[in-house]
């Protein structure tokens, strides 16, 4: 089951809230997610939140 999405914007992106990979795709760090306050379900590569 995929989580319930914030209706608030987005917080705003900081030094240290990404980084570009290889591909050069954007990848956020795990600051960025605990700012942000939730998971999004898309698995991504930092996220600090418990996994169901």
């Known amino acids: 089951m995929k989580p ?7 917080p705003s992106l900081e030094p240290g809230d990404y ?3 290889e591909q050069g795709l954007m990848v956020f760090t795990e600051k960025y997610h605990l700012k942000r306050g939730y ?3 898309s698995g991504c590569k930092h996220c600090p939140f418990p996994k169901s």
Do not use: D, L
């Open 39 to 41: 998971c999004c379900g």
């Open 19 to 21: 980084y570009f990979n």
């Open 4 to 10: 319930e999405k914030k209706a608030s914007n987005p």
